[in-house]
């Protein structure tokens, strides 16, 4: 099997769309029954070209080749990639803080791109009508103006792909900046690099920073908790801010399709519903578990929340930021100067800080995965970390565990949908399925009377030994 064909049948497509654009005729995206995007061959025909578009494959450049391609003069790190500046931010003017899904930045540097006339249009995520979207709430869409764009701010956490958008590119003469996850900018490195797109056609690409991706089932989950049928919402707003609450204890909000009638908005805090918690993972997309980019490496600046001691407090949001793009660092700079920005600082070890738990399960987690896979005869993608086992039972235990949840949790979801069962018929079986996971952070967090006992052991050893 070629490598695109081994990332489909391994289940670490993230249904990008590249495959879809570049080749039509070979590959189309589709729902799976797990509530994730993915691409399906459509004919028995191979295109050898396609292993080197799909950013999910071995075969594919990778973030540090790219990242060194681009921006050779700056320096790396081996968490955060290659970097010019990196600083915290919030945007001061305008509506962009309120209206975004953390600082407002990704919106306001669009915005002034816009103004400068460097772009004529934006590629990034906007909410849809699903009565005209196969029943998904978000969509990859072109904005092409500053207001218009705006309606596209905030946080989706969401299946969403790019074919479609790609298509209406070719043949346009506009500039156009791209935002995306950084697996979605590493697809536009490559498509460039192959040229299917023009760097003068896409001369910014604006990376969100990433934990990972959701079924489209965690929107449906949230609401239900709170009464919302399956299949019965209109909107969705994952980061609705909570001004009494920390920055982090954002909240969520929705509108229901009532036999027509859109309903009023309820808005709920996160820390009132299950599937809140990103390190557990529930309706991750299981190939999320064999990335390695946090920071968007290939990105021309990654922004995403600045969950650091000094911003976390303050409700409105903040931004961690990392550029590499000169003329974007200038921009930012810029808008600083004329006081439509705060900038904070946040050196690099504040940025890594900011996305730790984020950057342990991709470096640490990853190689434990890619050697489980190993052991098990399976195939694996090759990646920037070597397929090493986690170096406790603990950690071993825990990583074992997300993954299970990811693959799990939206494809039983996904089952009892299809068969009208009830949300408690969910819970049931998800239960047991988390609690092993609890049960080894918690294990880890204080190891108990078996814990204790072993490392006063270790220690009487080594008083011996001296
Ligand atoms: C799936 C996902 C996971 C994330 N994980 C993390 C994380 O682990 N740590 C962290 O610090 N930050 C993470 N972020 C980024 C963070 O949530 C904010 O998006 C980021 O801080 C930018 O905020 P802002 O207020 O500047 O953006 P805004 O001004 O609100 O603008 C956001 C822009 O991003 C676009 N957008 C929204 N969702 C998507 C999407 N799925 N794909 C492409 N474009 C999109 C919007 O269309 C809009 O243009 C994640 C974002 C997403 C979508
Ligand atoms: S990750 Fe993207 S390019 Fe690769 S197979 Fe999936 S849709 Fe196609
Ligand atoms: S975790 Fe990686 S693969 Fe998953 S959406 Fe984010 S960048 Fe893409």
Request: aromatic share 8%; glycine share 8%; net charge positive.
């Amino acid at each position: 099997m070629s490598e695109i064909e081994q990332v489909i049948a391994s289940n670490m497509c993230i249904g990008c769309g590249t495959c879809a654009f570049a080749r039509p005729d070979l590959y189309a995206i589709g729902m799976t029954d797990a509530g994730h995007l993915a691409a399906k061959a459509t004919s028995t025909e191979k295109d050898a070209t396609l292993s080197r578009l799909c950013p999910m494959s071995g075969a594919s450049s990778n973030e540090s080749q790219i990242a060194a391609r681009l921006y050779p003069e700056l320096p790396e790190d081996s968490q955060i990639g290659r970097y010019r500046s990196t600083f915290a931010a919030h945007v001061n003017e305008s509506e962009f803080r309120v209206r975004g899904g953390s600082g407002g930045l990704v919106s306001w540097i669009l915005a002034e791109l816009f103004r400068r006339g460097d772009i004529d249009a934006v590629l990034h995520v906007k909410p849809a009508d699903p009565s005209e979207n196969e029943g998904l709430l978000f969509h990859y869409a072109i904005s092409e103006s500053a207001q218009d764009m705006t309606a596209g701010a905030k946080s989706r956490y969401y299946p969403i792909e790019m074919s479609g958008v790609l298509a209406k590119l070719q043949g346009s003469s506009k500039r156009y900046a791209v935002v995306g996850l950084p697996c979605f900018i590493k697809a536009v490195r490559l498509m460039q690099d192959e040229g299917l797109l023009s760097r003068e056609q896409t001369p910014f690409c604006l990376g969100l920073v990433c934990g990972h991706l959701k079924s489209h089932y965690f929107a449906e989950y949230l609401a239900w908790q709170k009464q919302a049928e399956p299949g019965s919402l209109a909107t969705f707003d994952f980061r609705r801010k909570l001004m009494d609450r920390r920055a982090s204890d954002y909240g969520f909000a929705f509108q229901k399709n009532d036999a027509g009638t859109i309903t009023a908005e309820e808005a709920w805090p996160m820390a009132s519903v299950r599937g809140r918690d990103w390190g557990e993972g529930l309706f991750k997309n299981a190939a999320c578990e064999y990335c390695d980019d946090v920071l968007a490496e290939c990105a021309d600046v990654a922004i995403g929340d600045a969950w650091l001691p000094n911003y976390i407090a303050d409700p409105l949001g903040t931004n961690v930021v990392v550029t590499r793009n000169a003329y974007l660092d200038c921009v930012i700079r810029e808008g600083a100067e004329r006081g439509a920005l705060m900038l904070g600082e946040a050196d690099v070890e504040a940025v890594i800080q900011s996305q730790s738990s984020g950057l342990r399960h991709r470096r640490e987690g990853l190689a434990h995965r890619l050697a489980q896979r190993k052991r098990q005869g399976k195939w694996i993608p090759i990646k920037r970390v070597e397929p090493a086992l986690a170096p406790t039972r603990h950690r071993r235990k825990i990583y074992d565990a997300r993954l299970a949840i990811a693959v799990q949790s939206a494809a039983i979801y996904g089952v009892l949908r299809k068969n009208y069962q009830p949300l408690a018929a969910f819970e049931r079986e998800i239960k047991p399925i988390v609690a092993r996971y609890t049960k080894a952070t918690l294990r880890e967090a204080s190891p108990g009377f078996k814990g204790f006992a072993r490392r006063v052991v270790r220690r009487l050893r080594a008083a011996l030994k001296r």
